[in-house]
């Protein structure tokens, strides 16, 4: 049996029947609509077609990390089972949930100094911070150990890219991401804002596209400028959509026309409540191994 256990927040974006097969434990941010506080679970308090109807309707959403007492909670029960632990955070310039795991580790030291608590910024969101947990779960489960896990991310994490893309402003507007005028006349004229995650793991707009074919295909041009040895590639590619499955259907149909060598198809999941949340619907976001961000 393994003496380590691999965690992340619930913010990878995958799926619980994922992560329960992958032996991952997460731990849960939440979302608040109007009065109603819901676990961000994978859509089992609450499913993406709900959470998007809501907000459509009016109702605000809030979305709150995950604590330090939630994390000292979740942490005790491996630590109690003799475990160590290397646990995977959302980007912390995203989120400050990175400073709250490293504040329960310390916190914990005193009471399990013989565990190790490791704690791992990975720079990354949605499931691209999920396809980091899953490929170190792939090399876990090839037999390496917790200090090899932990020196390959500290390595090898700003290889990871994150492209997005929405076709919808509404909530990039609401949110203050895009002026109200340029959100505005950008939906009047189907502008496709063309995103990324930099270096420091913040999110960051990077051309304006106008619809939503050329959109995807400038999405296919970033993988194919940047993945792992290009069309060549032979890694996973996962991506997260918003309430749009169609349009990341039509991504996905492409990357595989373009990249013969995939390990296996490209795998779409549901956006989770937390980024589904600041997002709202409309956004398709790919991810897959590539050269280091730089910018």
Known sequence: MSDF???????????????KERNIPYVSFHVQLGEDTYADDMGQSISQEELFRRMLDGEDAKTSQVTVQ???????GFLDEGKDILHLCLSSGLS???NSACVAAEDLKEEYPDRKIYTIDTLAASSGFGLIVDTLADMRDNGADIEELKSW??????RMHHWFFTTDLTFFIKGGRVSKTSGLVGNL?????????????KLIPREKVRGKKKVIKRTLDRMIEHAENGTDYSGKCFISQAGCYDDAKAL?????????????KVEIFP???????????GTVALFFWGDERVD
Request: hydrophobic share 35%.
């Open 189 to 201: 004229l189907g502008i496709c804002p063309l995103l990324n995650v930099d270096m420091e793991g």
């Open 70 to 76: 939630q994390y000292i909670d979740f942490f005790k």
């Open 252 to 264: 996905a149909d492409k990357i595989e026309e373009t990249f013969p060598n995939l390990n296996g």
């Open 96 to 98: 400050g949930t990175y």
């Open 271 to 281: 956006i989770g409540a937390t980024i589904g949340g600041h997002t709202g619907p």
């Open 5 to 19: 256990v691999l965690t992340c927040c619930s913010t990878v974006d995958l799926t619980n029947e994922y992560l």
């Open 153 to 158: 991310i500290d390595i090898n994490k700003k």
